[in-house]
């Protein structure tokens, strides 16, 4: 049984992946969810990392994933919700209502269901609490109208970093990581990769390492619950 672990869900690929390795490569005991089994998966169980495979837009599959959990793990450290479904809002109404089933379930009842199961798992130490980490979206304080449902299910698991901090304090710590331009996906086409950019401060597309330097950052801050970073380049603070 793995003692201290941190679970990253979505570790299958780019940010989930990039968490899940450079955990491992600072001695973390890493549990690596994933939903397809990629070739990074296969690359972080030949390092000996644990991982557990579930759909996270499905509610049973999600209960075995948990049950699953409990029989690899005692106690864990933290828990990172990064797994994440993103696409613009489909025009057909009958497509949008299966979105919103898939991306509430994502990313809201999942992270909800495994915090509630997990809490009286999550062991801290005397002058460190515990912490779970959501991985949310700048699109949270100012959304995106051709992702509605996504930024809205994303915004819902913001304000759960809020009412978890308070429920689970003092002995678990509750933070967002809300991400801006880190890396671009093929939903993105040259002209809004370079409107972005543009919109961006620091104008670069930031890569997965500052999301893990937050989250470093966070595991290693014993005063810090009910915040989002941004982690964006300034993003924010664009007219857009
Ligand atoms: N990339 C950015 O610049 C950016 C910007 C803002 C916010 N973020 C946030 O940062 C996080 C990571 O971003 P990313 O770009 O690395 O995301 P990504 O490439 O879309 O990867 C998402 C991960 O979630 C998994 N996933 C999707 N649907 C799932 C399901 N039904 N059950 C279980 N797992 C599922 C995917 O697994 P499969 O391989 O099976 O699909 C994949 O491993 C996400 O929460 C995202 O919202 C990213």
Same mark, same amino acid.
């Given at each position: ?8 869900? &979505?570790?299958?690929?780019?940010? !989930?992946?990039? =968490?899940?390795? %450079?955990?491992?490569?600072? &001695? ?23 991982? $557990? ?6 509610? /049973? ?29 489909? $025009? ?8 919103? /089933? $898939? ?17 009286? *798992?999550?062991? !801290? ?11 949310? /979206? ?12 996504? &930024? ?24 967002? =990581? ?17 409107? *972005? ?8 597309? !930031? ?21 989002? =970073?941004?982690?964006? !380049?300034? %993003? ?5």
């Amino acid at each position: 049984m793995l003692e201290n672990a941190i679970l990253v869900t &979505g570790a299958g690929r780019r940010i !989930g992946f990039h =968490i899940a390795k %450079r955990l491992h490569q600072d &001695g973390q005991q890493v549990v690596a969810h994933y939903r397809t089994h990629t070739a990074e998966i296969q690359a972080l169980s030949d390092l000996g990392i644990t991982t $557990v495979q579930a759909d996270l837009a499905d509610t /049973d599959s999600i209960l075995t994933f948990i049950d699953d959990l409990k029989t690899k793990v005692s106690s864990f450290r933290a828990l990172i919700h990064n797994a994440s479904s993103f696409e613009p809002t489909a $025009v057909s109404l009958q497509q949008a209502a299966e979105q919103y /089933d $898939v991306f509430y379930t994502i990313h809201m009842k999942a992270p909800y269901l495994i915090n509630q199961a997990l809490q009286s *798992m999550l062991k !801290g130490k005397e002058d460190m609490p515990a912490d779970i980490i959501n991985i949310t /979206d700048i699109n949270v304080e100012n959304p995106t109208p051709r992702f509605d449902i996504y &930024g809205t299910t994303k915004a819902g698991l913001h304000n759960m970093t809020l009412v978890l901090a308070k429920k689970y304090a003092p002995n678990i710590k509750v933070n967002a =990581i809300a991400p801006g331009p880190v890396l671009f996906t093929d939903q993105h086409s040259d002209q809004v990769r370079q409107q *972005m950019l543009d919109e961006t401060l620091l104008a670069k597309e !930031g890569g997965a390492e500052p999301v893990y330097l937050a989250i470093t950052s966070l595991l290693n801050n014993p005063f810090i619950t009910g915040a989002s =970073i941004p982690v964006d !380049g300034g %993003r924010r603070l664009s007219k857009r």
